[in-house]
């Protein structure tokens, strides 16, 4: 993975999948449903990363588990926008995510598949690779089904070996598994860092107070993302809440991801924390508003980042 690549950022996807997404007005339940155009593309988190990335810039390694059969049609996506491909085949097909987005409304419906099984030498091989890779390494998504989850924190804390910074963007029992690796920065959103904490989080005191308990268990950058409220943002000393601006609603798919996109390059770059926050905040926004089945521009995220609210807390 080393020596080929100018790429400064990784993404490692354990569990990557087809995104079948189908637009339609409105979903009537039990009655045939016309969709006037489908689009199947290679996703999962970390995917969505490298392409976001892209966007912004910045070349990224892809890693992580990938259905053997599916190997060709994901480089076939990705290397054209010069992400660089470096997947750990296993056998079988990746699974196939299904995502009914409602144009009146913006309703998502996600019907998401469990995945293909890691096999026993999967994960030994996968950090072979991981030896080489980046300084800066996004791991975003959910297990394969019956990755014991000690295997899966021994990964987190073999990437973090060697000083690697670890931008962690996983839910449940994976996300709290992560944390003793101590991740760089990690990017729940509201109920996901409720789960991890066992306690629901109300109101934006609460948010708070649970993203420095993060910081005091070893975590460098929190951030907590709230949907349309914006998101909190625990960067060093700096503590923000930045809100997106004004925006038409296309689809919340992927908001996350391009948050995360926007957090990596930020690092990559040496942001300091308002510049940082923004180029996050633009990410998401452009990703929630751009057209039917497009990629946000990179102007409308320049665009955007620029007029976002931040507050200082
Ligand atoms: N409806 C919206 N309008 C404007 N901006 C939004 C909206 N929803 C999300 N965003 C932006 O995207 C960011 C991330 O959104 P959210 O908190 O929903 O992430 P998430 O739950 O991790 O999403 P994902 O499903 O991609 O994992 C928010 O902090 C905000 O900046
Ligand atoms: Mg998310």
């Known amino acids: 993975m080393a020596g080929d690549t100018l790429a400064r950022i990784g993404t490692v996807s354990l569990n990557p999948a087809f995104d079948l997404t189908i637009p339609l007005e409105r979903l009537e339940p039990g009655e045939v449903n016309r969709a006037a155009a489908t689009e199947l593309r290679p996703a999962g988190k970390g995917i969505n990363v490298s392409v976001m990335l892209s966007i912004l810039g910045e070349p990224s390694v892809a890693t992580g588990l990938l259905g053997a059969e599916d190997v060709a049609a994901f480089e076939a996506f990705l290397r054209?926008?010069?992400?660089?491909?470096?997947?750990?085949?296993?056998?079988?097909?990746?699974?196939?995510?299904?995502?009914?987005?409602?144009?009146?409304?913006?309703?998502?419906?996600?019907?998401?598949?469990?995945?293909?099984?890691?096999?026993?030498?999967?994960?030994?091989?996968?950090?072979?690779?991981?030896?080489?890779?980046?300084?800066?390494?996004?791991?975003?998504?959910?297990?394969?089904?019956?990755?014991?989850?000690?295997?899966?924190?021994?990964?987190?804390?073999?990437?973090?070996?060697?000083?690697?910074?670890?931008?962690?963007?996983?839910?449940?029992?994976?996300?709290?598994?992560?944390?003793?690796?101590?991740?760089?920065?990690?990017?729940?959103?509201?109920?996901?860092?409720?789960?991890?904490?066992?306690?629901?989080?109300?109101?934006?005191?609460?948010?708070?107070?649970?993203?420095?308990?993060?910081?005091?268990?070893?975590?460098?950058?929190?951030?907590?993302?709230?949907?349309?409220?914006?998101?909190?943002?625990?960067?060093?000393?700096?503590?923000?809440?930045?809100?997106p601006p004004p925006v038409p609603l296309t689809t919340t798919v992927g908001a996350g991801d391009a948050m995360v996109a926007g957090l990596a390059a930020a690092l990559a770059r040496g942001h300091d924390a308002e510049a940082a926050a923004r180029l996050a905040t633009g990410c998401a926004a452009a990703a929630v508003s751009r057209p039917a089945s497009a990629l946000p521009a990179a102007a409308e995220i320049t665009r955007l980042a620029a007029a976002a609210h931040i507050e200082r807390l």
Not at 123 to 145: D, H, K, N, Y
Not at 196 to 224: D, T
């Open 80 to 243: 054209p926008m010069g992400v660089i491909c470096r997947f750990e085949p296993v056998p079988g097909r990746c699974r196939i995510n299904v995502k009914v987005v409602e144009t009146a409304g913006g309703r998502v419906t996600d019907i998401n598949s469990p995945g293909t099984a890691a096999t026993a030498d999967a994960i030994p091989a996968l950090q072979q690779r991981l030896l080489t890779a980046p300084e800066l390494m996004v791991v975003s998504g959910s297990l394969p089904p019956g990755l014991p989850l000690g295997e899966w924190s021994g990964l987190m804390q073999h990437l973090a070996a060697g000083g690697r910074r670890i931008i962690v963007d996983t839910s449940g029992p994976a996300f709290g598994a992560a944390l003793p690796a101590k991740p760089f920065l990690v990017k729940p959103n509201r109920s996901e860092l409720a789960a991890v904490l066992g306690r629901p989080l109300v109101g934006r005191e609460a948010l708070l107070q649970a993203a420095l308990e993060l910081q005091q268990q070893g975590v460098r950058q929190v951030v907590v993302s709230d949907g349309a409220e914006g998101a909190l943002f625990l960067l060093g000393d700096a503590r923000l809440w930045v809100r």
